[in-house]
């Protein structure tokens, strides 16, 4: 199957997964064109893999500005009125409320247009959205303009806050399938959604490839943070724990975001460097050198960089919330209270002090290996694409023989 992938920017440095997820189906022998809302911004081209998938995506929004290609676009649907118009219902059923609200989904009603002219254009025969917020919108819309099916990935935390806002009920209802990155997710989604189509939400992890990180052997006090520099990654209460650890140890922090200046006020007289983004291969190589990762949030889906971390052997401290303790099991790292300095700080000195920390990194890595694995679970996906076009779909949340 010819496929289309879209989210609302893409790529970007911190969604790494959606590109590996790419990758993997193209291995597999799928043609994808992948498409972005928005233009990515330079700061998230750190590494040739972003800029090579820059280089070949679809922007709808660049599309879009150019009047004569967005008219063209909905001439040829306006040509087919029924359809034309039973899309613009859509958009304004599924609209939040509010003349703001409405006014938005009439704007992602354009871009619709132009998408599904774009996959039609292409031979596209399904188009597969990440992220399930306002370029799913745009999926379902496009999908309904095109009778190109559509389905989604659904992560959290944040599309749960708003589900109405968001219509997670209507864009689940229309979709082939839902791909749900965890049991936690599914069942939040299965919250909203009518349970007539509880059976089409599948789990669908993502994923890292195990073979692209080396075992860590460090012997120290190194500790790695990796993420967005955002409220919701908790790393104020990191900094706070860190202030009341026996000396000896040092903090990496890879990623940016609009706390990291207040961030690097708060680290002062800490042993704290802050890199910025990096690429994929300099994460993994700073891996390579980690002693334990640490990982605070306050709210998560399944966090790909605690795949990363446990694909690298390094035995992880983090919280517990959401899908987190379906990766991270007592064997793997430690789970600790969301907003607790006192037990962030005491799981990692634990941590730091435990000689048998290398056989939990191990272990770890196991689990990442068989159930984390980016190409085992593109193939699950691939089937859940094929199976739905040939209207055989797959039954069951995973595949036999990796449900846990």
């Known amino acids: 199957m010819k496929l289309a992938y879209l989210t609302g920017e893409y790529p970007r440095a911190s969604d790494t997964f959606i590109q590996r997820e790419v990758a993997a189906l193209r291995d597999l022998g799928h043609d994808v064109l992948t498409c972005s809302i928005r233009t990515t911004g330079a700061e998230h081209l750190v590494g040739p893999e972003q800029r090579e998938e820059h280089a070949r995506t679809f922007k709808v929004l660049d599309a879009c500005k150019r009047p004569l290609r967005l008219a063209c676009a909905h001439l040829r649907w306006m040509a087919r009125p029924g359809r034309y118009l039973k899309a613009l219902k859509l958009a304004w059923d599924t609209a939040p409320k509010g003349l703001k609200g409405r006014l938005y989904n009439l704007i992602y009603f354009a871009e619709a247009g132009v998408l599904a002219d774009e996959l039609t254009r292409q031979g596209v025969q399904h188009l597969h959205n990440h992220i399930a917020k306002a370029s799913c919108t745009v999926a379902m819309l496009a999908s309904e303009l095109s009778g190109i099916p559509y389905s989604f990935t659904i992560h959290g935390p944040d599309i749960f806050f708003e589900p109405h806002h968001w219509r997670i009920d209507a864009k689940a209802a229309r979709a082939?399938?839902?791909?749900?990155?965890?049991?936690?997710?599914?069942?939040?989604?299965?919250?909203?959604?009518?349970?007539?189509?509880?059976?089409?939400?599948?789990?669908?992890?993502?994923?890292?490839?195990?073979?692209?990180?080396?075992?860590?052997?460090?012997?120290?006090?190194?500790?790695?943070?990796?993420?967005?520099?955002?409220?919701?990654?908790?790393?104020?209460?990191?900094?706070?724990?860190?202030?009341?650890?026996?000396?000896?140890?040092?903090?990496?922090?890879?990623?940016?975001?609009?706390?990291?200046?207040?961030?690097?006020?708060?680290?002062?007289?800490?042993?704290?460097?802050?890199?910025?983004?990096?690429?994929?291969?300099?994460?993994?190589?700073?891996?390579?050198?980690?002693?334990?990762?640490?990982?605070?949030?306050?709210?998560?889906?399944?966090?790909?960089?605690?795949?990363?971390?446990?694909?690298?052997?390094?035995?992880?401290?983090?919280?517990?919330?959401a899908g987190v303790p379906e990766l991270v099991r007592p064997e793997a790292g430690r789970l600790v209270p969301p907003g607790d300095v006192d037990a962030l700080r005491a799981a990692i000195h634990g941590t730091l002090s435990d000689e048998g920390r290398r056989e939990t990194g191990a272990k770890g890595a196991e689990i990442v290996r068989t159930e984390y694995n980016i190409t085992r679970e593109a193939a699950w996906l691939s089937t859940l694409f094929e199976g739905y076009a040939k209207g055989t779909p797959p039954k069951g949340k995973r595949p036999k023989e990796t449900q846990t």
């Open 176 to 321: 082939s399938f839902v791909a749900c990155i965890s049991d936690f997710c599914r069942s939040q989604l299965m919250c909203f959604a009518d349970q007539s189509h509880w059976d089409r939400f599948h789990i669908v992890h993502c994923g890292v490839d195990p073979d692209r990180y080396t075992a860590s052997a460090h012997e120290g006090q190194e500790l790695l943070f990796v993420g967005r520099l955002a409220a919701v990654k908790g790393v104020p209460v990191l900094l706070e724990a860190l202030k009341d650890l026996p000396t000896g140890w040092h903090l990496t922090v890879i990623g940016d975001g609009p706390d990291r200046a207040a961030l690097e006020t708060q680290a002062k007289g800490l042993n704290v460097d802050f890199l910025g983004y990096r690429s994929q291969a300099e994460v993994a190589e700073a891996l390579a050198q980690t002693d334990v990762f640490v990982l605070p949030s306050f709210a998560e889906g399944v966090p790909v960089v605690l795949m990363e971390a446990m694909a690298s052997g390094v035995p992880v401290v983090t919280t517990q919330i």
